[in-house]
T-cell receptor, first 111, second 114 residues
Framework: GQNIDQPTEMTATEGAIVQINCTYQ??????LFWYQQHAGEAPTFLSY????GLEEKGRFSSFLSRSKGYSYLLLKELQMKDSASYLC????????????FGAGTILRVKS | NAGVMQNPRHLVRRRGQEARLRCSPM?????VYWYRQLPEEGLKFMVY????????ESGMPKERFSAEFPKEGPSILRIQQVVRGDSAAYFC????????????FGPGTRLTVT
């Protein structure tokens, strides 16, 4: 996506913690979203941040720093079913308030 | 509470044919978004529609592609004279209003052009 960067692939072990980073550059920032997408399936909403700080939802947490143009998705107690692509998406006035997605990070969880 | 529905789930077309992809938003949702996803790539925005209006089509190719969301019935993404490069997964998402932050995605239509 436009100026949205995230690692291409990551590998982690079942039961561990993994952090997936996302950096962005835009003016008129208006929210950052994380989606999970299993192969061949639709993206499903995970989290939304518009203010700085950490949002926790079960095993998943998402952090945002607007001044740094930085977010991360934290997955705890990894399970095999967490193997998927994780998409970071940004909404901003620059983009006409539509969602612009990064290329996604493929997470592989190994036993 | 039915989610976003798309049909067909898989569509095969020969080069030069037309492809019609349908999307029924979630009940109560009046905003529809279409995205295209190529293998190993992220979702690319194509068009944003409300009932009977195209709000933003900045991601739509200028030729051969069109979209509509009529007052009654599903939203339709139409691709005329398809070429091999149109082969992709096309996802539709809906939201109740523009201000609502969450978009709900349908299962996608996988278009293959032979």
């Amino acid at each position: 996506g436009q100026n949205i960067d995230q690692p291409t692939e990551m590998t982690a072990t079942e039961g561990a913690i993994v952090q997936i980073n996302c950096t962005y550059q835009t003016s008129g920032f208006n929210g950052l979203f994380w989606y999970q997408q299993h192969a061949g399936e639709a993206p499903t909403f995970l989290s939304y941040n518009v203010l700085d700080g950490l949002e926790e939802k079960g095993r998943f947490s998402s952090f945002l720093s607007r001044s740094k143009g930085y977010s991360y998705l934290l997955l705890k107690e990894l399970q095999m079913k967490d193997s998927a692509s994780y998409l970071c998406a940004v909404r901003s006035l620059e983009y006409g308030n539509k969602l612009v997605f990064g290329a996604g990070t493929i997470l592989r969880v190994k036993s | 509470n039915a989610g976003v529905m798309q049909n067909p789930r898989h569509l095969v077309r020969r080069r030069g044919q037309e492809a019609r992809l349908r999307c029924s938003p979630m009940k109560g949702h009046s905003h529809v978004y279409w995205y295209r996803q190529l293998p190993e790539e992220g979702l690319k925005f194509m068009v944003y529609l409300q009932k009977e209006n195209i709000i933003d089509e900045s991601g739509m190719p200028k030729e051969r592609f069109s979209a509509e969301f009529p007052k009654e019935g599903p939203s339709i993404l139409r691709i005329q004279q398809v070429v091999r490069g149109d082969s992709a997964a096309y996802f539709c998402a809906s939201s109740p209003s523009e201000g609502t932050y969450e978009q709900y995605f349908g299962p996608g239509t996988r278009l293959t052009v032979t």
